[in-house]
């Protein structure tokens, strides 16, 4: 057995069809796209064409909004499902996954529907404010599991001051410009007697004619 003696199995490989090489090739003339019609042309129809009735993709319903990306799934563990659980005892992911309340990869979320009658430690990665307060009220506690959500620089430049640096004040606020008079209000003139730094036009001339008189 050498090179040259090896051989794809029989069938595996097909050699490709040559069209438009004439009329002995048996695809010639008008390369098995017969005469005429919208499919012979070099164009044919776009994708999604039906022929000119309303295509699929615009007849269909459209709801409004978007699909959150970022959207974080929780498995979804309510309060009357602990009731399983003995008095004082630990509840994590783990047991929660035994137990079948929750499916095993996925981020756990207790809610308050139902009540609770025992006292348990729960942890998961997330509590809605009913289900914290129900457990609680049982003299229970809950622990939060995971890193802790992180503030991006948007929110934390909104808390902190917008565009401040870390050890940086902010800057003082601009005085307050008076307020304009409404219109059909008499504008605030300086009292009788007050006389201005500014002299009108030709004061000092009506004053040398006086002393001269």
Do not use: W
Not at 17 to 36: L, W
Not at 161 to 171: I, R
């Amino acid at each position: 057995m050498q090179l040259h003696d090896l051989k794809p199995p029989k069938g595996s490989r097909h050699k490709t069809q040559r069209i438009g090489r004439g009329t002995g090739s048996g695809r010639g003339k008008t390369s098995g796209r017969g005469q005429k019609g919208q499919n012979a042309r070099s164009e044919g129809f776009r994708l999604g064409f039906e022929g000119g009735q309303m295509p699929y993709a615009q007849r269909i319903p459209k709801l409004p909004g978007f699909k959150n990306p970022f959207k974080k799934v929780y498995a979804v563990v309510n309060v009357s499902k602990l009731r399983r659980f003995e008095e004082g005892s630990r509840v994590d992911a783990e047991a929660l996954v035994e137990a079948g309340l929750a499916r095993a990869g996925l981020d756990i979320k207790v809610l308050g529907t139902g009540d609770l009658k025992s006292k348990l430690t729960v942890e998961a990665h997330a509590f809605s404010s009913s289900a914290r307060a129900a457990i609680e009220a049982r003299g229970g506690s809950v622990k939060v599991l995971g890193e802790p959500r992180k503030i991006g620089a948007r929110r934390l430049a909104a808390k902190t001051g917008k565009g401040l640096k870390v050890g940086e004040q902010a800057p003082a606020p601009a005085e307050e410009k008076p307020a304009r008079a409404e219109k059909g209000q008499p504008k605030a003139s300086a009292p009788r007697g007050e006389v201005g730094e500014q002299s009108a036009p030709g004061g000092d001339a009506q004053e040398t004619r006086t002393e001269e008189a």
